[in-house]
């Protein structure tokens, strides 16, 4: 293919997986929650890889495609209930996003490729899944972190520590640079926090 045609190719599976996020009929600050999520991850790719792969371009854009179809309800609250919907997540996200490439017009090697970003297979050793798992990290910290805290008022210091703590850890260097230089826009009440854990 020409550079015109990747392109235009491209766009299209940008727009099949924002359309099927469009169907999300849960809503969040007047979108479709799904859709916005989507967005807010392409846009923090543009900023902390800006020169990032057809791959990982498409693979963070479909890292929660149609999630809401596997509800957190589906299963048991426990931990184990919890992993076990994560794993069954990554699956179906993996395997959505195969198909609406196929249906762009992908061939079967790099839909592989996408589906093993989208499903975090292999981590921390695919380059792919890594910038992904990258991307999600830094839009948590950026536009969800501090609703995530509001509704644990019941959590302690330590607690929310932990939970930061977790985060940190999935990040490559490169990402935890990103976020020590400034990249992210951290909750205001919560960097003394933040910088706690990352400062260490």
């Not at 979108?31 to 890889?49: A, D, H, T, V």
């Not at 992993?83 to 996003?97: S, T, V």
């Not at 830094?138 to 939970?163: C, P, T, W």
């Amino acid at each position: 293919m020409t550079g015109i045609q990747d392109s235009v190719r491209l766009q299209n599976a940008l727009t099949l997986i924002d359309t099927a996020n469009a169907e999300d009929p849960r809503d969040e600050e007047g979108q479709p929650k799904e859709l916005l999520y989507g967005r807010r991850m392409g846009e923090m790719l543009s900023r902390y890889l800006p020169d990032a792969s057809e791959v990982v371009r498409l693979a963070v854009r479909a890292q929660h495609l149609r999630r809401w179809r596997i509800p957190r309800t589906d299963y048991p609250a426990d931990r184990d209930g919890y992993y076990h919907w994560r794993n069954a997540l990554y699956r179906f996200h993996a395997e959505q996003a195969g198909c609406l490439l196929a249906e762009a017009g992908y061939d079967a090697e790099r839909i592989a490729r996408v589906e093993a970003a989208v499903g975090k297979r292999q981590l921390p050793f695919n380059p792919d899944a890594q910038d992904v798992e990258d991307v999600a990290a830094l839009v948590f910290l950026e536009h969800y972190l501090a609703g995530f805290v509001a509704q644990k008022m019941d959590y302690s210091e330590d607690k929310l520590r932990n939970i930061i703590i977790r985060t940190w850890r999935k990040m490559s260097p490169a990402a935890r640079q990103f976020v020590l230089d400034d990249g992210v826009s951290l909750p205001v009440h919560l960097v003394p926090l933040i910088r706690s854990v990352v400062a260490k």
